[in-house]
């Protein structure tokens, strides 16, 4: 038995003559077709008309590689999205951006860097890649459905030119060499016909299929962004404990949403907030940080649905239909009663205050603006600028900053004004702010703006008779709930996966090919010849074929029942220097530098 490989090319000689144009062609044509990628003819440019053009701009913008480019612009131009304040998500950072830098805010406002993702050279990208990824996939998939419809080609004439090749000699009948082929590589998952006299097999087609997997991935992560930026919706709601909130646009303190999106598009529910529960810890270097961060609701899907029970957490939305309730922030409000100089309620309801650090000490405004009389009798409305501490340190500690986020020691310091708060001249302003612009201070004994700090059920007098203040006893807590609808964010995920699959599959499976000939020598043994092809170069395609060539020696060996593995040839002796057979062994040793 003799084995080469086309790694250690035999010499030219009368012989082995060298391979003819006709010989080239057939090799060709066997190792075609490994790869869907569509062929690209160079243009004739001297002849090209406007179709010529037309076509060449085609095919240029559906090559990979204007799609992988295309790739690159939409990630460099997502860059500025993220760096640069964007108008559809705060107006306020971008106004600030704007007053701090004029004239680069000029340049950004030519460039559309302030709407990155509505801009037309984004859109331009965005559209292009998408044109470009379906101009790639739509003849890929015409032509890997041809080839799993087809067969593996036939064996070249000359297989000891391929890269991969071995031989040896049998006493065994092509028949049986065929035959036990045939049945080994299909066990071995091969798709594998017989072809003239040689078995001609192929296996990696996942490789395609997961490169065309990734490409339409691709296609749908484009579509869902898309769909997720034109009918996404996002608004913030702060509720106090015992209030509630219907998903309306009315309902929400700020609201943002994608440009096809419509009222008609939210989902229909409610909720009421039963009560938040925050516990922090104690002592050690974590100290403040929340243990228990949760709020009970009580919801119901639609405007006739059964109240249910629930509890969001930080991460743990709620989930009703395609809209998500996020839990986002948390703070106290503390109840107030404001009376008149009579004696008369003129304003009772619990104030939610902003959070300024991480211990919740919290600003905000209380403001009364209707049933005020002053001690004249006229209408006024009256403003109090509100500093509240959930855990007061104490006159010692020398500074009004709350110690620790829960409500230990809460001390309200309130400031007090009256006049006009502006709430009628039909301009918008922060219910946690207090236009002073109209206001006047109420002034203590020493002609200083009066103030006092609170603890729960303590009351200030304002000067002069003009009414009083109470700090409730009760101090209830707020939290901030974000509702967000993103329709594309399923489609989204899935992409990503099968995008990761197929970018695997493509990545770490090779296409290859195994061709096993045998016929009938001058001297009436069988000449087994067994080649292998790949894509690109890889050592597997050695390594597997040097693997089947052992087991199909054995197959057929066992198959002649003789004493020897293999008849020797008569110008190949037993005890030829050139064996390829270690003395006193029946398993086949490949020549130095042979591949099995």
Not at 54 to 74: D, E, K, N
Not at 357 to 378: F, Q
Request: charged residues 20%; glycine residues 10%; hydrophobic residues 40%.
């Amino acid at each position: 038995m003799s084995k080469t490989t086309a790694s250690d090319p035999a010499p030219t000689t009368p012989s082995d003559p060298a391979p003819t144009a006709a010989e080239n062609q057939e090799l060709g044509d066997a190792g075609s077709q490994l790869s869907t990628a569509p062929t690209e003819d160079a243009p004739n440019l001297p002849s090209l008309g406007v179709i010529g053009w037309v076509r060449w701009f085609w095919r240029q913008l559906t090559s990979m590689r204007v799609a992988l480019l295309l790739l690159l612009l939409l990630s460099l131009g997502a860059i500025p999205g993220s760096l640069i304040p964007q108008s559809g998500q705060d107006e306020t950072k971008v106004a600030d951006f704007r007053k701090a830098n004029p004239t680069l805010g000029d340049v950004y406002d030519k460039l559309g860097l302030f709407h990155v993702y509505s801009s037309v050279w984004f859109s331009a990208v965005y559209i292009l890649l998408f044109i470009s990824l379906i101009g790639c996939i739509v003849p890929r998939t015409w032509q890997f459905v041809g080839q799993l419809r087809g067969r593996p080609p036939r064996a070249p004439s000359r297989l000891n030119r391929l890269p991969a090749h071995t031989t040896w000699r049998t006493t065994a009948e092509p028949e049986q060499v065929h035959s036990a082929a045939l049945a080994l590589l299909k066990k071995r998952r091969f798709r594998a016909h017989l072809a003239g006299d040689a078995v001609a097999a192929e296996k990696g087609y996942l490789r395609e299929l997961g490169n065309l997997a990734f490409h339409i991935a691709l296609i749908v992560l484009l579509v869902a962004f898309a769909w997720g930026q034109l009918y996404k919706s996002e608004g913030n709601k702060l509720v106090v404990e015992g209030d509630g909130f219907s998903n309306t646009l009315t309902q929400y303190d700020d609201f943002k949403s994608g440009s096809l999106f419509t009222s008609d598009d939210l989902v229909p529910f409610s909720f009421n907030l039963k009560k938040f529960t925050g516990t922090y810890e104690r002592s050690g270097p974590n100290k403040g940080t929340p243990r228990v961060y949760q709020a009970d609701l009580t919801y119901s899907d639609g405007p006739y649905g059964k109240d249910r029970k629930t509890t969001v957490r930080v991460n743990h939305p709620l989930e009703i239909g395609d809209a998500k309730v996020y839990l986002v922030s948390h703070g106290y409000a503390p109840v107030i009663t404001v009376r008149d100089g009579k004696g008369n309620v003129v304003y009772d309801d619990a104030v939610p205050l902003l959070p300024l650090d991480a211990n919740v000490t919290s600003s905000g405004a209380i403001k009364v603006l209707d049933g005020y009389r002053n001690p004249e009798g006229k209408k006024e409305q009256l403003g109090f600028n509100a500093f509240f501490v959930p855990t007061f340190g104490g006159a010692a500690s020398g500074t009004m900053l709350s110690q620790f986020p829960a409500l230990d020691s809460p001390v309200l310091a309130l400031s007090a004004y009256h006049g006009d708060l502006g709430a009628d001249s039909g301009i918008p302003q922060s219910v946690y702010q207090m236009d002073k612009t109209n206001m006047k201070e109420f002034k203590d004994s020493q002609g200083k703006l009066f103030k006092k700090l609170l603890r729960p059920g303590e009351t200030m007098k304002l000067p002069n008779g003009a009414g009083s203040v109470t700090f409730g006893k009760d101090v209830k807590e707020w939290a901030g709930f974000q509702v967000v609808q993103e329709p594309g964010g399923g489609w989204a995920l899935a992409g990503a996966l099968v995008a990761i699959g197929g970018l695997a599959a493509s990545l770490f499976i090779q296409r290859r090919r195994v061709w096993v000939r045998a016929v009938k020598g001058a001297d009436g043994v069988t000449v087994v010849e067994m080649a292998g092809l790949g894509r690109s170069e890889s050592a597997k395609v050695p390594e597997e074929l040097g693997d089947l060539a052992g087991i199909l020696y054995d197959e057929t060996y066992d198959e002649t029942h003789d004493e020897t593995p293999a008849a020797p040839g008569p110008d190949d002796p037993a005890d030829s220097p050139d064996t390829d057979l270690e003395p006193g062994t029946e398993t086949p040793v490949p020549a130095e530098g042979a591949e099995k």
